[in-house]
T-cell receptor, first 111, second 115 residues
Framework: DAGVTQSPTHLIKTRGQQVTLRCSPK?????VSWYQQALGQGPQFIFQ???????QRGNFPDRFSGHQFPNYSSELNVNALLLGDSALYLC??????????FGPGTRLTVL | GQQLNQSPQSMFIQEGEDVSMNCTSS?????WLWYKQDPGEGPVLLIA?????ELTSNGRLTAQFGITRKDSFLNISASIPSDVGIYFC???????????????FGKGTRLHILP
C-alpha cells in the first residue's frame, strides 16, 4: 500500500512564473492538507480539501490555490511566484487528525 | 494568531542519555501532536494527545498534554543514533474526529547525538 506521494520532488522556477504541485493521498484517505515549510521552520498550514472543496485555509494569499479531484488526489497552484515562496511543500492525507500522513514533499526553488 | 514556542531549539547529547523537550502556547489547544522529521522526508506522527493531563507512551517516547491545555512535553529515554532528527510539536483546535481542523506547528527541536 503506497503512502502519500508527491510530484515533482524538486522544481526550479523564476519569479513571476506559475507552478503546480501534485499529491496522491494514502489509500482510503479522503482529506488532503497542504503545508509550506521554509528552511529551518516548522510546516505552515496552507489549506485543506475534503469532498473537492476547500474546508480550511491558513494565512496565505490568493496566489495559492488548490484543487481536489474525485479520486481524492490534489494539486497546489502558486501564481506570480516570489523569491519567498521557495520552500518544501508538504502534502498530508488523512481520515482524521490521528491518521494524518505526510508525503516527502516537493522542494521548490524560485530564482 | 496561535503560536507554539518549542524549546530547546537544538540539543547535543550523548548516546544513551534521556531527552526532554517542550512546547508552550498562549492559546488553548484540544489536541497536541508530536512529529519527527528526517532529512528529505515529511514529518511522521509519533504521539497524539487528546485530553488535558493525558500521558502517552510509544516505546521509548513519552508525551504529556499539559493540564492548562497550553503546553506539552516529549521525553525520549535511552537515546540511540536513529533518534537524530527534528522533533516538532503541533497543536490543533479541533476535536479528535473533527475534519475542520488546521494544525499549528512549532519551529522544531533539532536533536544531535554526539559520537
Amino acid at each position: 500500500d503506497a503512502g502519500v506521494t508527491q510530484s515533482p520532488t524538486h522544481l526550479i522556477k523564476t519569479r513571476g512564473q506559475q507552478v503546480t504541485l501534485r499529491c496522491s493521498p494514502k489509500s482510503g484517505h479522503d482529506t488532503v492538507s497542504w503545508y509550506q515549510q521554509a528552511l529551518g521552520q516548522g510546516p505552515q498550514f496552507i489549506f485543506q480539501y475534503y469532498e473537492e472543496e476547500e474546508r480550511q485555509r491558513g494565512n496565505f494569499p490568493d496566489r495559492f490555490s488548490g484543487h481536489q479531484f474525485p479520486n481524492y488526489s490534489s494539486e497546489l497552484n502558486v501564481n506570480a511566484l516570489l523569491l519567498g515562496d521557495s520552500a518544501l511543500y508538504l502534502c498530508a492525507s488523512s481520515m482524521d487528525i490521528r491518521t494524518q500522513y505526510f508525503g516527502p514533499g516537493t522542494r521548490l526553488t524560485v530564482l | 494568531g496561535q503560536q507554539l514556542n518549542q524549546s530547546p531549539q537544538s540539543m547535543f547529547i550523548q548516546e544513551g542519555e534521556d531527552v526532554s523537550m517542550n512546547c508552550t502556547s498562549s492559546s488553548i489547544f484540544n489536541t497536541w501532536l508530536w512529529y519527527k522529521q528526517d532529512p528529505g522526508e515529511g514529518p511522521v506522527l509519533l504521539i497524539a494527545l487528546y485530553k488535558a493531563g493525558e500521558l502517552t507512551s510509544n516505546g521509548r517516547l513519552t508525551a504529556q498534554f499539559g493540564i492548562t491545555r497550553k503546553d506539552s512535553f516529549l521525553n525520549i529515554s535511552a537515546s540511540i543514533p536513529s533518534d537524530v532528527g527534528i522533533y516538532f510539536c503541533a497543536g490543533d483546535l479541533g476535536g479528535p474526529m473533527n475534519r475542520d481542523d488546521k494544525i499549528i506547528f512549532g519551529k522544531g527541536t533539532r536533536l544531535h547525538i554526539l559520537p
